[in-house]
Every structure is written in C-alpha cells, then in structure tokens.
Nanobody, 114 residues
Framework: VQLQASGGGLVQAGGSLRLSCAAS????????MGWYRQPPGKQRALVAT???????KYADSVKGRFTISRANAGDTVYLQMNSLLPEDTAVYYC?????????WGQGTLVTVSS
C-alpha cells in the first residue's frame, strides 16, 4: 500500500488549504483513513479520521474548522482546512489502517503565517 499526499503550502492566517491523499495498492474495505500532524519540535498527533462508512472523528483543536472526507471509492482522503491559525503549522501525514497494519504517506508541509 502506498499513500501520496499533496496540497500543502504557505497560507496566511484565516486562509484555507485542501490536502489530498491517494492510496494505491491492495486497499481493503472496512479501513480507516486519517490525517495526523507534527508541528516543529513536537510529537505527531491525530487531526481527523474517517471510516470507510463515513464516520468521522476530529481533534478538539480543529473541530468546526477542518473537514475530512473520502472519494474515489474510498481510496482518496481529503482534509479541507479553513480559518487556519499559525498553530496549525505542521507537517501533515495521511494514514490508512487495515488488516492490523498502518501505512503512512510521506507528509506535506503546511505553514500558516500570522
């Protein structure tokens, strides 16, 4: 399984970005896809997850601002990020969990300037 993330960049506070992550290889039904982020000097943490059935979960810090969704028969996951804050600056990683294994994408950098 391979994950290819894209969509990061530099944006001013209050702006928006949309991250995409396309999964390829042996993708099973019943998987869980998600986004995590790692700010400079900090540990990687959950941002949002979505099941193959569309159930979502968000970190408290992004609720109401970020939206996770899936498309393309569930092989692509998106993260729409609105009202971005400087503290959202991080490397964002996508992840898919299936069959007891976790696979990570390469990360995409999001920088929010104040």
């Amino acid at each position: 399984v391979q994950l290819q993330a894209s969509g990061g960049g530099l944006v001013q506070a209050g702006g928006s970005l949309r991250l995409s992550c396309a999964a390829s290889g042996s993708i099973f039904s019943g998987n869980l896809m998600g986004w995590y982020r790692q700010p400079p000097g900090k540990q990687r943490a959950l941002v949002a997850t979505i099941t193959s059935g569309g159930s979502t979960k968000y970190a408290d810090s992004v609720k109401g601002r970020f939206t996770i969704s899936r498309a393309n028969a569930g092989d692509t996951v998106y993260l729409q990020m609105n009202s971005l804050l400087p503290e959202d600056t991080a490397v964002y990683y996508c992840k898919i969990g299936q069959g007891g294994y976790a696979y990570w994408g390469q990360g995409t950098l999001v920088t929010v300037s104040s």
